[in-house]
């Protein structure tokens, strides 16, 4: 009597002559199965089209296919551009999301959060809320106790932290040293809100460049906004009233630095013979302002990618070897992309 019903694994196992753990190792990409072996069982899955239950294979293997994330700030481009990546990348993998969007942050929730996520059998976290004023300091006491992977996003560089971040410093470097090797000696800085890490890293690249070109910084040459387009405006009004000799400007993103070219241009300002400017992110509209805005691309989208990546692989290592995986500091080198408005 011939059989009827689903292919099952114990039908692989007979028909490729193995035993049925061995079917399972090549199911979970076990490393311990012979070349041969492992082409000779997908072959036999391939003739039975014998497709393994996810639910089943989840459980034996202890995991979810599940991800935490943490973010915020997601009206913002940045933000909002990294979690595309992540969400992009982890459905390619085959993972689903946990998402957690903080309003704001206090480090006394940080526990109820990680508890939330391990309550949902989540296999790893990926962090990508900006490190704000001091809410990284809960790592030193928190983070030892995790025995699930985390990796951050956009943050300085801790010991035993895995962090993929864009190099903002050398970014705001290139732009600033652009406009100077441009001709112009009074270039001034609208600062996003200094209680981010990129904002002060931003900063930071501004002043360097232009102390190592011999030209001077002072506090009437910068001020700052909160990255939106409105407060770009308040702070550029700002800026030109205490700095009237400024001819060039790097603006801490691009969302500012739209408000900036408006403003200039409804001044009398020609741009960029009067005020050169700069942005920073590399928005696709940016191309399309006028004039089009010079600025310093950052792969966004790229950095959730590889911030995916690397938790997998992170997982992976800690379920098949059960080893401590290596902490890495991964840098995305920014391009900057010189448009009319420089």
Same mark, same amino acid.
């Given at each position: 009597m011939a059989k009827t019903g689903k292919t099952t694994i114990y039908d692989v196992a007979e028909k490729a002559g193995v035993s049925r753990q061995t079917v399972s190792r090549v199911l979970n990409n076990r490393q311990d199965v012979s070349v041969e072996t492992r082409k000779r069982v997908k072959q036999v899955m391939a003739e039975l089209n014998y497709q393994p239950n996810a639910v089943a294979q989840s459980l034996s293997r202890h995991k979810s296919y599940l991800f935490g994330v943490v973010t915020a700030g997601l009206k913002y481009f940045g933000p909002s551009r990294t979690l595309s990546g992540i969400t992009n990348k982890a459905e390619e993998l085959g993972y689903g999301l946990l998402l957690k969007e903080l309003e704001s942050f206090n480090s006394t929730n940080v526990i109820p959060l990680l508890h939330w996520f391990k309550s949902h059998q989540a296999d790893g976290i990926i962090w990508a809320a900006p490190e704000i004023e001091d809410n990284r300091k809960?790592? #030193? !006491? +928190?983070?030892?106790? &995790?025995? &699930?992977? &985390?990796?951050?996003?956009?943050? %300085? %560089?801790?010991? !035993? /932290? #895995? &962090? /993929? #971040? #864009? !190099?903002?410093? @050398? =970014? $705001?470097? $290139? $732009? +600033? %040293? *652009?406009?100077? *090797? @441009? =001709?112009h000696k009074h270039i001034g800085h609208i600062a996003g809100p200094l209680s981010w890490w990129e904002a002060r890293q931003r900063k930071g690249g501004w002043e360097t460049a232009l102390t190592e070109h011999g030209l001077g910084v002072n506090e009437r040459m910068w001020t700052q906004g909160n990255w939106s387009s409105k407060s770009g405006k308040i702070a550029f009004l700002e800026l030109v009233e205490k700095y009237p000799e400024m001819d060039a400007i790097f603006v801490g993103n691009d969302q500012m630095a739209l408000s900036v070219l408006q403003s200039s241009l409804e001044m009398g300002k020609k741009i960029p013979q009067d005020l050169a400017v700069i942005g920073f992110d590399g928005m696709p509209e940016s191309e399309f302002y006028c004039p089009s805005l010079s600025t310093v691309y950052q792969n966004q989208d790229e950095l959730g990618r590889i911030a995916v990546a690397e938790l997998v692989s992170q997982t992976e290592e800690n379920y098949l070897e059960n080893k401590i995986v290596e902490p890495k500091y991964i840098t995305i080198q920014p391009e900057l992309i010189i448009r009319q408005s420089s």
């Open positions: 809960w790592l #030193t !006491d +928190v983070f030892p106790l &995790i025995d &699930i992977p &985390i990796i951050f996003l956009t943050m %300085e %560089e801790q010991k !035993d /932290v #895995t &962090i /993929v #971040t #864009t !190099d903002n410093f @050398s =970014g $705001a470097k $290139a $732009a +600033v %040293e *652009h406009l100077i *090797h @441009s =001709g």
